[in-house]
């Protein structure tokens, strides 16, 4: 018995109408408006307010909100700095 079928059918479809899976589905899509309406509650305003600031403050403001998406990056590479470094974890276990 294989675990994956290729086949085309509508049965996970109708799965979907399943009451667990349909609780499941109306909270994502609840979760999905209530996290669009307070981006949107948030984010207008301070578009406004940027928008209308001075415009020395406007790079300043901008860096503010790009800053949260570098810190994946910003902690991925520092990890990888640990790892492959000449003092790195990788470089010991090899010279060793």
């Known amino acids: 018995a294989n675990l994956i079928e290729l086949t085309f059918t509508f049965d996970n479809y109708l799965r979907l109408l399943d009451p667990l899976y349909a609780k499941v589905l109306m909270h994502s899509f609840y979760m999905a408006i209530i996290a669009t309406l307070l981006c949107l509650v948030i984010g ?46 990788l470089n010991k276990s090899l010279m060793a």
């Open 44 to 89: 207008y305003p301070f578009a406004y307010i940027v928008a209308k600031m001075p415009e020395k403050w406007r790079p300043f403001m901008l860096f503010l909100v790009i800053v949260p998406f570098w810190t994946n990056s910003l902690i991925r590479t520092y990890g990888l700095k640990i790892v492959l470094g000449t003092q790195g974890i």
